[in-house]
C-alpha cells in the first residue's frame, strides 16, 4: 500500500519558522519528482515547491521563493520543507505529493495534474 505520510505542522507566530516532513512507503520513490501543495480555507489547492529525483532541480512558487526550502532524502524515502519567516498568508494545510514517473522532471512539475501519490495533509496555522 501506497502511502506519504506528512507531519510537523502546528501553529506558530508571524516570523517564525516550521519543518515539514513526508515519508514515503510501499514502493521507492526515489525516481519521483516530490512536491509540496497547499490548500487555504475557501481556495484552490495551489503549488509550493518541488524537487526532482535527485535533488538538485527546484522549483518554488513566487510567494514562498527565498522564505522555503525543499530537500530530499532518498535513502530514507523523505522529503523536507523547511519554512522561515512564515506570515499568516501561509496558513494552509500542507500536502505531499510524489509524480509516480520515472526520472522526470520538467517545469510541469507546478502543475497539480503532474502527481499521482498524495498524502493526507498537515495543518499550518501562523498566527499574526
Known amino acids: 500500500q501506497v502511502q506519504l505520510v506528512e507531519s510537523g505542522g502546528g501553529l506558530v507566530q508571524a516570523g517564525g519558522s516550521l519543518r515539514l516532513s513526508c515519508v514515503a512507503s510501499?514502493?521507492?520513490?526515489?525516481?519521483?519528482?516530490m512536491a509540496w501543495f497547499r490548500q487555504a480555507p475557501g481556495k484552490e489547492r495551489e503549488f509550493v515547491a518541488a524537487?526532482?529525483?535527485?535533488?538538485?532541480?527546484?522549483l518554488y512558487a513566487d510567494s514562498v521563493k527565498g522564505r522555503f526550502t525543499i530537500s530530499r532524502e532518498n535513502a530514507k524515502n523523505t522529503v523536507n520543507l523547511q519554512m522561515n519567516s512564515l506570515n499568516p498568508e501561509d496558513t494552509a494545510v500542507y500536502y505531499c505529493?510524489?509524480?509516480?514517473?520515472?526520472?522526470?522532471?520538467?517545469?510541469?512539475?507546478?502543475?497539480?495534474?503532474?502527481?499521482?501519490?498524495w498524502g493526507q495533509g498537515t495543518q499550518v496555522t501562523v498566527s499574526s
Open positions: 524537487i526532482s529525483y535527485r535533488g538538485v532541480d527546484r
Open positions: 510501499g514502493r521507492t520513490f526515489s525516481r519521483d519528482a
Open positions: 505529493a510524489a509524480d509516480g514517473k520515472n526520472m522526470n522532471w520538467s517545469p510541469r512539475k507546478r502543475n497539480i495534474r503532474d502527481y499521482g501519490y
